[in-house]
T-cell receptor, first 112, second 116 residues
Framework: QQPVQSPQAVILREGEDAVINCSSS?????VHWYRQKHGEAPIFLMI?????EQKGHDKISASFNEKKQQSSLYLTASQLSYSGTYFC?????????????FGQGTELSVKP | DTGVSQDPRHKITKRGQNVTFRCDPI?????LYWYRQTLGQGPEFLTY????????KSRLLSDRFSAERPKGSFSTLEIQRTEQGDSAMYLC??????????????FGNGTRLTVT
């Protein structure tokens, strides 16, 4: 039931783009995205709800395809501060709050 | 918003000892969650509270683990008779009482447990 993230790791140069995918075998109500730097707490990026919406914040955006049970996180014109491990957290139920099932993570390294 | 606070940050204990961790959520958040994270993995759900009521416990959680949130504010997680497999980062998170279905989690920095 754990969602599968791909790729497992990616190395970028500053200014390059990246896509991180999150696929689930179960129907989903929502998908959360978090970023975690080494030794720190995961930080919330965005939530996408059932309905196929796309959200964006600065140069980070995401989409949610409920038919494919898949979400993708798009990082454009990457900055050094984008480095970290990205986790998707999936929620198959409405109103379950934060009882999320997290993927194994995608480690992103942005080099100067 | 002072953030979610966890104490201690690190705990080293010998196998068989009991340990207790504390979490102070963001003050207006009524939902509190405990997750466990091992190296190279995403957080794994353990249990959660709405106010003082424990609403769900993961089936993966053995009966050596117990959590409380006595007055609906801070929470404690106790592990009895620790085993080496309990070594992990224990994360606490809280969320706002409204907009439950789209409420982001605010995580603390975690307690790193090492069982020797």
């Amino acid at each position: 039931q754990q969602p599968v993230q791909s790729p497992q790791a990616v190395i970028l140069r500053e200014g390059e783009d990246a896509v991180i995918n999150c696929s689930s075998s179960k129907a989903l109500y929502s998908v959360h995205w978090y970023r975690q730097k080494h030794g720190e707490a995961p930080i919330f990026l965005m939530i996408l709800l059932k309905g196929g919406e796309q959200k964006g914040h600065d140069k980070i955006s995401a989409s949610f395809n409920e038919k494919k049970q898949q979400s993708s996180l798009y990082l454009t014109a990457s900055q050094l501060s984008y480095s970290g491990t990205y986790f998707c957290g999936t929620d198959p139920y409405y109103n379950q709050g934060g009882k999320l099932i997290f993927g194994q993570g995608t480690e992103l390294s942005v080099k100067p | 918003d002072t953030g979610v606070s966890q104490d201690p940050r690190h705990k080293i204990t010998k196998r068989g000892q009991n340990v207790t961790f504390r979490c102070d959520p963001i003050s207006e958040h009524n939902r509190l969650y405990w997750y466990r994270q091992t190296l190279g993995q995403g957080p794994e759900f353990l249990t959660y509270f709405q106010n003082e009521a424990q609403l769900e416990k993961s089936r993966l959680l053995s009966d050596r683990f117990s959590a409380e949130r006595p007055k609906g504010s801070f929470s404690t997680l106790e592990i009895q008779r620790t085993e080496q497999g309990d070594s992990a980062m224990y994360l606490c998170a809280s969320s706002r009482p409204t907009e439950i279905y789209n409420s982001p989690l605010h995580f603390g920095n975690g307690t790193r447990l090492t069982v020797t």
